[in-house]
């Protein structure tokens, strides 16, 4: 059985490339798809756009979910994925900068089950990201596929 996927949606370049080093120090051997916005992550996760024709089925293990999104906003892909019955129950992770309060309200109001502020320390943000893969990946019981 080959591991679960990752779905890391980032904008930030910069961003991006400290998140998969992070995750390549802790020992994450788990494939990372980038999306770059919020339109490519629900082309992902519904196999339309570019990815039509892929296997829907195959669901990641965790959506790692920036806010500060062009197109359209991280809060709108996390409504959007919990209004999908074949995804709904899919952990999502905000992973953001962003230090508004209203975010992190709108972020449990609207059912992310994770919300990190991105430590600016490398070393801090290579442990945050080893905690999670560790908790996400190999920790956590999701629930079957179907229900």
């Not at 089925?57 to 806010?67: I, T």
Request: proline share 6%.
């Amino acid at each position: 059985m080959r591991s679960k996927s990752i779905l890391l949606v980032e904008d930030n370049a910069d961003d991006e490339a400290l998140t998969l080093r992070a995750l390549k120090r802790s020992k994450v051997m788990n494939e990372v798809v980038v999306a770059r916005d919020g339109v490519e992550a629900l082309d992902y996760l519904f196999a339309t756009g570019e990815f039509a024709g892929r296997d829907r089925d195959d669901v990641p293990a965790v959506v790692l979910l920036d806010l500060k999104l062009p197109k359209i906003s991280g809060l709108e892909v996390l409504k959007r994925i919990r209004s999908e019955p074949e995804i709904r129950r899919l952990p999502v992770v905000i992973l953001t900068s962003s230090k508004e309060e209203q975010d992190l309200f709108n972020s449990y109001d609207y059912g992310c089950n994770s919300y990190i502020r991105k430590p600016v320390n490398f070393d801090n943000f290579v442990t945050a990201i080893s905690q999670l893969g560790m908790y996400w990946l190999v920790l956590n019981e999701p629930p079957p596929p179907g229900s």
